[in-house]
């Protein structure tokens, strides 16, 4: 890994963590049924500058207050009995409990469904959180819809706060242009109604940090807030561009 990919990646880590710290602190102002809608948005910004989305993801998660592995079974009955056709698995660990559930029904579909519950002892103290996530590897119009139909279903399921909610999507550019990073950069901030807050800018790499009226979700800044990432980054002479978007923070690597 060269040191540009090595300093783009730290940046993005710090980012990501500093957003998990704003957002577990207790933002539950989320509009669970919106999240299709803002996948739909970041991918017809993609597919408007001639890009194809390859992946994307919604990342939920909630803080719980557990104390002993009593409470971390209790939850886990819970689970399996809200959702009793999922596979269950329980990858325990030492100071570590843990399940994973995941929906057999979505494998031959197109999107996957996963839920984590986690309680792991750490200094003396017990940080337990349970997630859920939905991913996939191609978009339409139909997902879209029934992401904003199931997701809020799932989620009224699943916890009992609103949790912190993470939408990104990631696709490719065919353009061999020198210039494409910036280019492109700055029509999808255009196509998202975005303004530009902070950014990271190399030859090959691009990361801007962004506020569009159009998510309602933020995180804040050092003088105001940000609630879109756009990250491109240039594989090579000849290569595809590969692009990222995600609110209010970047989820995916690329």
């Not at 933002?27 to 194809?52: F, Y």
């Not at 390859?54 to 939850?75: A, G, H, V």
């Not at 337990?128 to 191609?138: F, N, P, R």
């Not at 790499?205 to 309602?216: C, E, G, I, K, L």
Request: proline share 3%; hydrophobic share 40%; with cysteine.
């Amino acid at each position: 890994m060269n040191k540009k990919i090595k300093k783009f990646s730290i940046g993005l880590i710090s980012i990501v963590l500093i957003g998990f710290i704003f957002f577990l602190l207790g933002n539950t102002t989320t509009n669970a049924a919106k999240q299709g809608a803002d996948l739909w948005q970041m991918a017809e910004a993609i597919e408007h500058e001639n890009g194809q989305v390859i992946e994307w993801s919604l990342y939920t998660r909630e803080t719980l207050n557990m104390k002993d592995e009593e409470q971390f079974r209790s939850k886990l009955v819970e689970l399996k009995r809200k959702f009793p056709k999922w596979n269950w698995k329980q990858p325990n660990g030492e100071n570590r409990f843990a399940a994973v559930g995941t929906n057999p029904s979505a494998v031959d579909s197109a999107l996957q469904e996963k839920i984590q519950l986690i309680s792991t002892l750490k200094n003396g103290h017990r940080y337990s959180y349970v997630i859920y996530e939905v991913s996939g590897q191609t978009w339409s119009s139909h997902i879209a819809e029934s992401i904003k139909e199931s997701f809020p279903e799932r989620l009224a399921l699943i916890y009992k706060e609103k949790p912190a909610i993470f939408s990104c999507i990631k696709g490719e550019f065919n353009d061999k242009m020198d210039n494409v990073l910036l280019l492109k950069a700055g029509k999808l901030l255009k196509d998202l109604h975005a303004e530009e807050k902070e950014s990271l800018k190399e030859k090959d790499f691009y990361s801007v940090s962004a506020y569009s009226p159009d998510f309602t979700q933020a995180v804040p800044l050092k003088n105001s807030q940000m609630n879109v990432q756009i990250g491109l980054r240039k594989n090579g002479m000849g290569a595809k561009t590969t692009v990222v978007i995600g609110t209010p923070i970047i989820t995916i690597e690329y």
